[in-house]
């Protein structure tokens, strides 16, 4: 099996002069042209320092540049570290302390204030997405480098870091091995080939544009038609000159709220793709009735890629997220016994395979705490394995929130709320929201006399936390509900509000 980047050399060698990146308003990017500029991106990065190993730590725009970036990271033997453009400050900080990274690329806006976190260790450079900054710079007048750091599948490809509901952020070590197979079982899968013009409107510091998206199309040799954000109208005017899009239930709910939405509009699709949050079984069934395309929805997470798919041919069940990918199997167990439940019954979910992750970087208590002694990791999610065999996921063990396709811990927002001078408790919730997926809401008690309210709660957390973290709402109560042990009762308030965004 080659590595991503062997993957790509192959492909420029197959088709050196077809668009990898398809830019509208922009031009073109081949294959070709992509490999010179990210030999030219793996020579600066030598300059740097970047060492086989090394970490890479990567905050900046969508840009086909920050791919070449990625690329250029695995070709020296490096290990790529990209970070959510919405982080604030001292949540790089803790990024960059616990990751050490060798080099760290952020935007031309941002480089006078993060200058300030150079060191003898760390090396601080710039990438626009004009491609423009000093990374660029240094890169035009720098001699490619045409020689690759050779690595295995159990080398170490990239970190990216996921957060429990307690406790500090933990980066998901994944290897060579884990984004090579994964990538191979999903064109399997999917029927992805070279023949394919993706619709890429995803970010790409996430496992689905970055470790699907991005990966399946430089292996395939496709073409990605590289949009910087998603606009539904802009989608549906590039539908006739695309076969696939790879999106988040938002994409789809907001293509469901325009008129040219059709079966003529979307004749020339082959396949669409969801993901990173569940898809609303009545969102299914619409774009189905709509265009006559029924959504492929898949399961996965950071750690582990791509688990299970509906069916490329076959039934795409509105709710289910289909079976195991080629090579990974899946099964679900009692919660305290890990025994395995028979199908129909519920429990939690768990992997093992070639795509599953090798553990969390510097924090071996929690990796072993999250596998099973035959090595299936423990997901954390609660699911059932129907009678047809499609896996149905029913909730998730832990308080996780997922907006907009990102996640959201409640715990480090309780912490903040709590902090504010005039807080009791709080709890933060996520509830149902027809745009996002689920609306980030928190419940507060408030001494009595407080002057609180809304805005000033998120005016006073605002800057803390990015900007996909933050409350939509702030409701307040007088007691939060509890059981019989004291435990708040987050059910009962997302039973009491789940009416609040409809």
């Avoid at 689920?438 to 709660?457: F, H, K, N, R, Y």
Wanted: proline share 5%; net charge negative.
């Amino acid at each position: 099996m080659q590595t991503i980047y062997e993957s790509f050399l192959a492909s420029v060698d197959a088709v050196p002069g077809k668009a990898l990146f398809e830019r509208p308003g922009a031009a073109d990017i081949s294959y070709a042209e992509a490999r010179d500029l990210v030999q030219r991106l793996a020579a600066v990065l030598t300059e740097t320092g970047v060492q086989p190993g090394d970490r890479v730590a990567v905050q900046t725009e969508k840009s086909a540049e920050a791919i070449c970036l990625y690329l250029a990271t695995l070709q020296v033997g490096g290990v790529y570290l990209p970070l959510n453009t919405a982080y604030t400050g001292a949540e790089i900080d803790y990024f960059i302390g616990d990751a050490a990274p060798r080099l760290f690329v952020c935007t031309p806006a941002a480089l006078a204030d993060h200058k300030a976190r150079e060191s003898g260790d760390l090396r601080v450079e710039s990438l626009g997405a004009d491609a423009d900054g000093t990374l660029m710079d240094l890169a035009g007048a720098a001699a490619p480098r045409g020689d690759h750091v050779a690595r295995g599948m159990g080398d170490h490809a990239a970190i990216l870091y996921t957060s429990g509901t307690t406790g500090r952020s933990k980066g998901a070590v994944l290897t060579h091995g884990n984004l090579a197979s994964n990538t191979a079982a999903l064109l399997q899968s999917w029927r992805y080939s070279g023949d394919d013009r993706l619709i890429h409107a995803l970010p790409i510091f996430h496992t689905h544009g970055l470790f699907v998206a991005a990966n399946m199309s430089i292996v395939a040799g496709a073409t990605m038609i590289w949009l910087t954000k998603f606009d539904g109208e802009q989608v549906i005017d590039l539908m006739a000159d695309a076969t696939v899009l790879m999106g988040v239930p938002t994409f789809y709910t907001r293509l469901l709220k325009s008129d040219r939405l059709n079966r003529d509009t979307t004749a020339n699709m082959r396949l669409f793709v969801s993901g990173s949050a569940p898809l609303l079984a009545e969102d299914h069934r619409a774009f189905e009735e709509k265009t006559g395309h029924p959504i492929l929805e898949r399961y996965g997470m950071t750690e582990t890629c791509m688990i299970t798919t509906n069916p490329y041919d076959g039934a795409r069940k509105p709710g289910a997220v289909g079976m195991a990918l080629p090579g990974i199997e899946i099964r679900v167990t009692d919660r305290e016994t890990g025994a395995t439940l028979p199908d129909g019954e519920i429990g939690a979910i768990e992997v093992r395979g070639p795509n599953v992750f090798e553990g969390y970087w510097k924090m071996p208590e929690k990796t072993a705490a999250e596998f099973r002694a035959d090595r299936f990791f423990i997901t954390g999610d609660l699911g059932q394995i129907g009678e047809d065999g499609y896996l149905r996921i029913v909730g998730r063990d832990k308080d996780l929130v997922i907006s907009g396709g990102y996640n959201v811990y409640p715990k480090e927002i309780e912490g903040l709320i709590d902090d504010l001078p005039g807080v009791v408790e709080s709890a933060v919730i996520g509830l149902p929201h027809p745009d996002l997926g689920e609306g980030v809401t928190a419940v507060v008690v408030a001494q009595p006399g407080a002057s609180l309210d809304e805005g000033s709660v998120i005016a006073q957390i605002g800057d803390r936390l990015a900007r996909f973290k933050q409350p939509k709402r702030v409701l307040f109560v007088k007691e939060l509900p509890r059981n019989v042990m004291g435990k708040v009762q987050k059910a009962e308030l997302r039973k009491s509000y789940a009416e609040l965004y409809k």
